[in-house]
């Protein structure tokens, strides 16, 4: 089974900064796509970013390009989501998710099979 624990949501100003972090463990994951999603009350889940584990391939949603930046620590089994200049818009619970994820589907939610509890981030204007 694979674990996965999101922390690093706070609540914030519009123009501030976060950084997110989703702890991997369990079953072998180097074959994975690991991904965010950001989900606001009454609205759908939404792609943010993601990352193949190997090689570590990143995929942006385009409303965060230039702003949020996803990597990876391989010694930690972590992923990380730099979020900078805020907006009211991203806030949200952000979900970290994991799975064998195939080509052209990283931005699908229903594609991952593993989620984490999710991590709120709230940016107030």
């Known amino acids: 089974q694979v674990q996965l624990v999101e922390s690093g949501g706070g609540l914030v100003q519009a123009g501030d900064s976060l950084r997110l972090s989703c702890v991997i463990s369990?079953?072998?994951?180097?074959?994975?796509?690991v991904g965010w999603f950001r989900q606001a009350p009454g609205k759908e889940r939404e792609f943010i970013a993601a990352?193949?584990?190997?090689?570590?391939?990143?995929y942006y949603q385009d409303s965060v390009k230039g702003r949020f930046t996803i990597s990876k620590d391989s010694a930690k089994n972590t992923v990380f989501l730099q979020m900078n200049s805020l907006k009211p818009e991203d806030t949200g619970v952000y979900f970290c998710?994991?799975?064998?994820?195939?080509?052209?589907?990283?931005?699908?939610?229903?594609?991952?099979?593993?989620w984490g509890q999710g991590t709120q981030v709230t940016v107030s204007s």
């Open positions: 998710a994991a799975g064998t994820v195939g080509m052209g589907y990283v931005r699908r939610s229903l594609a991952y099979d593993y």
């Open positions: 990352l193949r584990w190997t090689p570590g391939t990143p």
């Open positions: 369990g079953r072998t994951f180097s074959g994975y796509v």
